[in-house]
């Protein structure tokens, strides 16, 4: 596998569900994020992962949850879900020059993506 | 006022024609700026970087920065009718945040 892998592609879930989406980065970065992509409005970032360590949480509802349990692994887990929430749930990876705060985020390599309907 | 504004389109242009892509963002200190293709039902791909004021080329592509102005470009040459697309501006001060995208359709 190369590059950035997420699955499952597709997922249809009902409100009372738990799931979770994985993404895995063959690139050798050390951060990980999640965006949300819903029909003509721009990416959402949802959740970054610098160094393992969850640097930024842009005010998402509780009933996402994120897991990084190392740099090259990220999970989405998911409950509880509003229709809502049906989009294009990305998850990139990228280098990170500095490893302390916020450091300088280079250019990001997206995966392919799992697409959300929730009933 | 949106932090990264694009033209959402649609752009149409004829073949071998340039195709200019527009973005303004309102963050000063931004350092960054990216664009990415996504074709339809995939996933973001990177195409362009520009750290510094200019133009930068690679290719058919050309990105162009003016940081005082805070707009950066994107231009195309010859197009293809491969290149319909949407295309993302994203700009960077330590976070990511991305416009909504100019949809680009290239005409046969």
């Known amino acids: 596998e190369t590059g950035v892998t997420q699955t499952p592609r597709h997922l249809v879930m009902g409100m009372t569900n738990k799931k979770s989406l994985k993404c895995e980065q063959h690139l050798g970065h050390n951060a990980m994020y999640w965006y949300k992509q819903s029909a003509k409005k721009p990416l959402e970032l949802m959740f970054v992962?610098?160094?393992?360590?969850?640097?930024e949480n842009n005010s998402v509802p509780s009933r996402f949850s994120p897991e990084c349990p190392n740099s090259s692994h990220l999970f989405l887990h998911l409950h509880t879900l509003q229709p809502e929430d049906s989009a294009l749930y990305l998850c990139?990876?990228?280098?990170?020059?500095?490893?302390?705060?916020?450091?300088?985020?280079?250019?990001?390599?997206f995966g392919p993506g799992t697409r959300l309907t929730v009933l | 006022q949106k932090e990264v504004e694009q033209n959402s389109g649609p752009l149409s242009v004829p073949e071998g024609a340039i195709a200019s892509l527009n973005c303004t963002y309102s963050d000063r200190g931004s350092q960054s700026f990216f664009w990415y293709r996504q074709y339809s039902g995939k996933s973001p791909e990177l195409i362009m970087f520009i750290y510094s004021n200019g133009d930068k080329e690679d290719g058919r592509f050309t990105a162009q920065l003016n940081k005082a102005s805070q707009y950066v470009s994107l231009l195309i040459r010859d197009s293809q009718p491969s290149d319909s697309a949407t295309y993302l501006c994203?700009?960077?001060?330590?976070?990511?945040?991305f416009g909504a995208g100019t949809r680009l359709t290239v005409k046969p």
């Open positions: 992962y610098n160094f393992k360590e969850q640097t």
């Open positions: 990139a990876s990228s280098l990170v020059t500095a490893p302390s705060g916020r450091g300088t985020y280079n250019e990001q390599f």
């Open positions: 994203a700009v960077q001060n330590n976070d990511m945040r």
